[in-house]
């Protein structure tokens, strides 16, 4: 079924068919049942959309959106509704495809559900502490965000874009502190969390294993993450290493969003002939194979500020979800 977006500018229009990347080694496929820990069975449906429910809509429009300075577009987008994320709590009606459309947030596959409040922006942000083992992770239970992805993805770009600080995120790039997991207090209220880069060429193979470790421990221990976001540079074309990340975050049923960054950069010939939105569908495609339901997705541009409002309001609906189950 094919989604007609009115409201929703720059939007994807995904192919219906995928491309596959031959230079690409592929994950290992997902096993079939997996035997899940209380907290990720609890959290799984953050990491997949929900089973479309056609019973009921909420009725739910974005035209509160716009007081969150979101820009009102030309473009259509076609996405079928079984590669929506319809976030836990909502449910949308197969049978208002206009309704369901205009719930769509901006160069995603993200449905607005009635969780996202008016706590999306972020007001102040302050960095709290860097931690060496996720047992040294701040223990108030208030509910955090990764951030992860390969060196040079833009992660300290987004991370300050977020927050609207130039160089807040500096803070984790000093030396001692890019190994570290390091926690950003927003609102008072919530955490976005700074993990170390993967896929430093460079890096001693030592080094490498005891960040794998250590960043996996976080994320298979921490009780408060209510998502990760994987960010995956959208001006170049998909990387085995992750695509991998993306499974082992699948296998283990960790709640994953995947962030396209750099989406500004448009030059093809600079990116290997590919425009971000190739990328982008490029790797949906790949990782298709080995997810039940696609994950949540958003496209960004820390240059734009392409997707900064959207994602804000994706994290208000899933840390409000959270906090009331
Ligand atoms: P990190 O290593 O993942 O923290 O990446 P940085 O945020 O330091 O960014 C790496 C490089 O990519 C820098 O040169 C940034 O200026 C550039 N960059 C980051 N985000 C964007 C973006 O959205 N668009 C463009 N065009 N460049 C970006």
Redesign the pocket.
């Known amino acids: 079924m094919i989604l007609h977006h009115r409201l929703l500018p720059r939007l994807l229009i995904v192919p219906s068919t995928h491309t596959s990347t031959s230079t690409l080694l592929r994950p290992s496929r997902l096993p079939r049942h997996l035997s899940l820990s209380p907290r990720f069975s609890a959290l799984s449906h953050l990491a997949a959309p929900q089973t479309v429910d056609h019973s009921d809509d909420e009725g739910q429009h974005l035209d509160h959106l716009d007081n969150e300075g979101r820009h009102q577009g030309e473009v259509q987008v076609k996405l079928s509704l079984d590669r929506l994320f319809v976030p836990p709590g909502a449910t949308v009606d197969s049978g208002d495809q206009d309704a369901v459309s205009a719930r769509v947030l901006k160069g995603s596959n993200i449905v607005l559900g009635p969780y996202a409040r008016g706590d999306a922006q972020v007001v102040n942000a302050d960095f709290v502490k860097s931690s060496v083992r996720p047992d040294d992770c701040p223990r108030d239970g208030l509910p955090e965000f990764a951030l992860v992805?390969r060196?040079?993805?833009?992660?300290?770009?987004l991370l300050n874009s977020l927050v609207r600080r130039k160089r807040l995120a500096l803070t984790s790039k000093k030396p001692g502190k890019t190994q570290c997991i390091n926690h950003f207090k927003v609102n008072d209220s919530w955490y976005l969390v700074d993990l170390p880069?993967y896929g430093y060429a460079s890096a001693p193979q030592e080094a490498r294993t005891n960040w794998d470790e250590f960043t996996r421990n976080y994320f298979l221990s921490r009780e408060n993450l209510v998502s990760v976001f994987l960010l995956i540079d959208a001006s170049i074309p998909a990387k085995k290493i992750d695509l991998d990340y993306a499974s082992w975050l699948g296998q283990n049923r960790v709640p994953m969003t995947l962030v396209f960054?750099?989406c500004?950069?448009r030059k093809k010939k600079k990116n290997g002939g590919r425009r971000p939105e190739e990328n982008v569908e490029t790797f949906q495609g790949l990782i298709r194979e080995y997810f039940e339901a696609a994950p949540p997705w958003i496209m960004t541009?820390?240059?734009t500020n392409q997707g900064r409002d959207e994602i804000l309001l994706h994290m208000s609906q899933l840390r409000n979800y959270w906090l009331k189950h």
Do not use: E
């Open positions: 992805g060196s040079n993805v833009g992660k300290s770009s880069g960054t750099k500004d950069k541009s820390s240059v």
